[in-house]
Antibody, heavy 117, light 110 residues
Framework: QVQLQESGPGLVKPSQTLSLTCTVS??????????WSWIRQPAGKGLEWIGR???????NYNPSLKSRVTISVDTSKNQFSLKLSSVTAADTAVYYC?????????WGQGTLVTVSS | QSALTQPASVSGSPGQSITISCTGT?????????VSWYQHHPGKAPKLMIY???KRPSGVSNRFSGSKSGNTASLTISGLQAEDEADYYC??????????FGGGTKLTVL
């Protein structure tokens, strides 16, 4: 079955850009008509949807993050990526990638990104 | 967009039933049947428990059920078991082509 795995630096300095990649295995990212989403959870807080991408490149973003977020897809590598610019301590969170149909399933295991100097 | 409203915590004894509510607006829960529920144990990936308001994925116990009335969706867990203790989140698609989550509910099995 389809599995997702996040990767990227676990520590980012304030004002820099957070970059994460989600690798999809067990199926093609281009098949099935799915969107591919990023979701995060700050420590002690709830889940927050960041944004999504379709394999044709169409995107939608959370309005509260839209000015800082870019999501892209590389179908040749079966990957999609997240870039979040001008990060602050408030962006410290566990970041998840997930396949999106009419719900989110499956999810990656998540990766902790800490914003600190 | 504002988060969906869930109670911060609920509790129940083994064998009992509990219901978690998820209140949104006429721009999300009230207009779309794309409401889903996730079980989240700390340190693990969230697990889909209910999708499209009331559908159960293969492998999820039939002790879990979902419903919706107006702008409020609900998750009911019957025959509570110790393993059900976790955080539960609802999610809904919105009229802005975005998704919104609830703040999460901590379920304690007494």
């Amino acid at each position: 079955q389809v599995q997702l795995q996040e990767s990227g630096p676990g520590l980012v300095k304030p004002s820099q850009t957070l970059s994460l990649t989600c690798t999809v295995s067990g199926g093609s990212i281009s098949s099935g008509g799915y969107y591919w989403s990023w979701i995060r959870q700050p420590a002690g807080k709830g889940l927050e949807w960041i944004g999504r991408i379709y394999t044709t490149g169409g995107t939608n973003y959370n309005p509260s993050l839209k000015s800082r977020v870019t999501i892209s897809v590389d179908t040749s590598k079966n990957q999609f990526s997240l870039k979040l610019s001008s990060v602050t301590a408030a962006d410290t969170a566990v970041y998840y990638c997930a396949r999106e149909g009419t719900s989110f399933d499956p999810w990656g295991q998540g990766t902790l990104v800490t914003v600190s100097s | 967009q504002s988060a969906l409203t869930q109670p911060a915590s609920v509790s129940g004894s083994p064998g009992q039933s509990i219901t978690i509510s998820c209140t949104g607006t006429s721009s999300d829960v009230g207009v779309y049947n794309y409401v889903s529920w996730y079980q989240h144990h700390p340190g693990k990936a969230p697990k889909l428990m209910i999708y499209d308001v009331s559908k159960r994925p293969s492998g999820v116990s039939n002790r879990f059920s979902g419903s919706k009335s107006g702008n409020t969706a609900s998750l009911t867990i019957s025959g509570l078991q110790a393993e059900d203790e976790a955080d539960y989140y609802c999610s809904s698609y919105t009229s802005s082509s975005t998704w919104v989550f609830g703040g999460g509910t901590k379920l304690t099995v007494l």
